[in-house]
């Protein structure tokens, strides 16, 4: 069975760091590319950032470029993505995501792994 778990989710307060990470399992992961995106309340799910197989390439949004850091581990089966000066339009649901047939893309619909997501709260 495929299948992506996050944790890491939690409370923080503005300009704080929070580390969230995604275990995968059921799939062929150093050929999966990796995403996270996330979902407010009321908007629609927005692509945070993207990594390559071996971890070589990544992409990001400009919302959190130069604030989150996505990374990998592929002997761990685990892709994590570090957040640095958190501010309260940051608050959302944070998900995993895995494109088992495309490079990096910041396009949902490529992606075909969800995980359940987690929770972030940023508090002023």
């Known amino acids: 069975q495929v299948r992506l778990v996050e944790s890491g989710g939690g409370l923080v307060q503005a300009g704080g760091s929070l580390s969230l990470s995604c275990a995968a399992s059921g799939l062929t992961f150093s050929t999966t590319t990796m995403g996270w995106f996330r979902q407010a309340p009321g908007k629609e799910r927005e692509f945070l950032a993207s990594i390559s197989w071996k971890g070589f390439n990544t992409f990001y949004a400009d919302s959190v470029k130069g604030r989150f850091t996505i990374s990998r581990d592929n002997a761990k089966y685990m892709v994590f993505l570090q957040m640095n000066s958190l501010n309260l339009e940051d608050t959302a649901v944070y998900y995993c995501?895995?494109?088992?047939?495309?490079?990096?893309?910041?396009?949902?619909?490529?992606?075909?792994?969800w995980g359940q997501g987690t929770q972030v709260t940023v508090s002023s």
């Open positions: 995501a895995g494109a088992t047939d495309y490079g990096l893309s910041s396009r949902a619909e490529r992606y075909d792994v």
